[in-house]
Nanobody, 119 residues
Framework: QVQLVESGGALVQAGGSLRLSCAAS????????LAWFRQSPGKEREFVAS????????RYATSVKGRFTISRDNAKNTVYLQMNNLKSEDTAVYYC????????????WGQGTQVTVSS
């Protein structure tokens, strides 16, 4: 089991930037793919971005490609989401998640952090 705690959510103007952090603890950090998801009221949770433990593989949702960057610092057991050129459509609760090697689904989730983009 991995415990995940998000931070960094805030109210920001459209066009602005924000950096989210997620601290992981409980077991080895290196063998997990880490990802960010988001959910807004009335909508299903959607994938945002993911990063493999080695950093060699990264994926982004089409809606955020070119604006968001996912990174991780294994020494600090932390994954980040740098969000630039924010849009009102980015308003949501953002969750980090972990997927162990050999698993097809994400098994551990944080409690989420609120991001609100004003237009």
């Amino acid at each position: 089991q991995v415990q995940l705690v998000e931070s960094g959510g805030a109210l920001v103007q459209a066009g602005g930037s924000l950096r989210l952090s997620c601290a992981a603890s409980g077991r080895t950090f290196s063998y997990y793919t880490l990802a960010w998801f988001r959910q807004s009221p009335g909508k299903e949770r959607e994938f945002v971005a993911s990063k493999s433990w080695s950093g060699a593989s990264a994926r982004y949702a089409t809606s955020v490609k070119g604006r968001f960057t996912i990174s991780r610092d294994n020494a600090k057991n932390t994954v980040y989401l740098q969000m630039n050129n924010l849009k009102s459509e980015d308003t949501a609760v953002y969750y980090c998640a972990a997927r162990p090697d050999g698993r097809l689904t994400y098994t551990d989730w944080g409690q989420g952090t609120q991001v609100t983009v004003s237009s």
